[in-house]
């Protein structure tokens, strides 16, 4: 009997916040039909990259980028959509995931009569922005963090912890090269070299893109693209977004972009797990400067599995 009534309770507890979790979607997704909507409504929450995030209770740890290419795809592929609207809130993540989600967003932009627009939350930086420069139009909340537009690769040097310990390592590798970024001695000066080759190129194709998506010369966007954050105020004033406002402004703006008259039909297509609606409530915070999330100690277990990790 009281495993019956535990069992009952979990129910109970599961069916509320199901509930509660359609009843906050629906100040977003006014659309009860999948072919009603003329909006699309793509969260990007968290940090960017390839890595499989979430499971069947959770809103997910990150913005996963073939999901995200997935819902793009899904969106532009939808006869009723008429406009894209990406509510951004991500310190960055790793180059290849942002490229690869700009790529597929710059595709609807240039292959389709799809408008995008960006809603940029409390942060949109590095990879963030990265993802944001494909859209036709760029809100920002007058105190969002956006910027950081760079590349960096990051590596410890614990030998001297280890020789006070008294820890050896010893490794055994096929080539001189293939132990670059280890941990257990210093950089050399070839794999400096390396390194600030792919940073450099990195880097490189992440202008271009801020180049090809904002319709920027390169010569104004370089003397900002130092690694430097700004607010959205101060991107405004540097034309690195469009316009200030929040969430309800950018829809406002997406309906005068995409010709919808009256109000807008807007449908989740980022929805991937039993509790989607409520990603943006169950999502981490994430501290204000996206340097020092790099930083953070905290976040290293994310991605010490990855040998060499180019970070936007």
Known sequence: MRLNRILALALVTLCFIAALGNWLGGS?????????ANVALINVYGVISDES????????????A???????KNAREDEGIKAILLRINSPGGTAAASQAVYEELMRTRNDSDIKIIASLGDVAASGGYYIASAADHIVANPSSITGSIGVI???QNVSSLMDKIGVQTNTIQSGPLKDILSPFRETKPEERKILQGVVDESYQQFLDAIVAGREMSLDKLKPLADGRIFTGTQAKEKNLVDSLGNYYDALKTTAELANISGEPSVRDFGKS????????????SYPPLPTEWISSESQWPRWYKIPLTIME
């Open 53 to 64: 995030s979430g499971g069947a209770f959770s809103s997910g740890d990150g913005a996963n």
């Open 273 to 284: 797990s039993f509790f989607g609606d409520l990603g943006p409530f169950l999502s981490q």
């Open 28 to 36: 977003v997704s006014k659309s009860k039909s999948p072919g009603s």
């Open 153 to 155: 690769v990051r590596t």
């Open 66 to 72: 073939n999901k995200l290419i997935q819902s793009i």
